[in-house]
């Protein structure tokens, strides 16, 4: 049962370019998107969130697009740089009359950005 | 910077022994969280954890599981008897709020992979 989906398992992106992580999901009672940061040997790092009353937010370099109708989110990192190799998580909640902190993470998508 | 630590790091043990991992939350937090992800699989949510008791919990988080804070600082889950398939990285969070009200950030810790031999 996968809610949470992120259909590129990698992602490979030259230094300075733009990186788009995609994900998409399934079940519509989900209000609140986030994105998380792994690198080996560490937990996951919060990156960035998204309301489902918003359709953007931006913080910086990262960017996350929410297009409800089509239940799908993407993050935009601009200008990529090396240290963004990592593996970037999406995660969901619902938070109104239901789960809160309980996230449905995708499995991930490992980025590589090369010098 | 605060974080969330854990201990062990690893742990190996034998099938049917009981395992505890610890976990110190990030001091003014009050809603605590374990996941756990399998190798090559999803963070999976296990429980939920405040004002010292379980908020939500999913379907792995069968009898055999159990979570406590024994003291003002430390946060445990308790596997009673381990099967095989909890070989797993099993992550402590913690939250200074509720995602509603709050950036949604959940800290977490770095991880501590249990190995079920």
């Known amino acids: 049962d996968q809610q949470v989906k992120q259909n590129s398992p990698s992602l490979s992106v030259q230094e300075g370019r733009i990186s788009i992580l995609n994900c998409d999901y399934t079940?519509?009672?989900?209000?609140?998107f986030l994105w998380y940061k792994k690198y080996p040997a560490e937990g996951p790092t919060f990156l960035i969130s998204i309301s489902s009353i918003k359709d953007k937010n931006e913080d910086g370099r990262f960017t996350v697009f929410l297009n409800k109708s089509a239940k799908h989110l993407s993050l935009h990192i601009v200008p990529s740089q090396p240290g963004d190799s990592a593996v970037y998580f999406c995660?969901?909640?619902?938070?109104?009359?239901?789960?809160?902190?309980?996230?449905?993470f995708g499995k991930g998508t490992k980025l590589s950005v090369k010098p | 910077e605060p974080e969330v630590t854990q201990t062990p790091s690893h742990q190996v043990t034998q099938m049917g022994q009981e395992v505890i991992l610890r976990c110190v939350p990030i001091s003014n937090h009050l809603y605590f969280y374990w996941y756990r992800q399998i190798l090559g699989q999803k963070v999976e949510f296990l429980v939920s954890f405040y004002n010292n008791e379980i908020s939500e919990k999913s379907e792995i988080f069968d009898d055999q599981f159990s979570v406590e804070r024994p003291d003002g600082s430390n946060f445990t889950l308790k596997i009673r008897s381990t099967k095989l398939e909890d070989s797993a990285m099993y992550f402590c969070?913690?939250?200074?709020?509720?995602?509603?009200?709050?950036?949604?950030?959940?800290?977490f810790g770095e991880g501590s992979r249990l190995t079920v031999l």
């Open positions: 995660a969901a909640s619902r938070t109104y009359g239901g789960s809160q902190g309980n996230l449905i």
């Open positions: 969070a913690s939250s200074e709020a509720l995602l509603a009200g709050a950036t949604g950030e959940l800290f």
């Open positions: 079940n519509s009672m989900f209000d609140y």
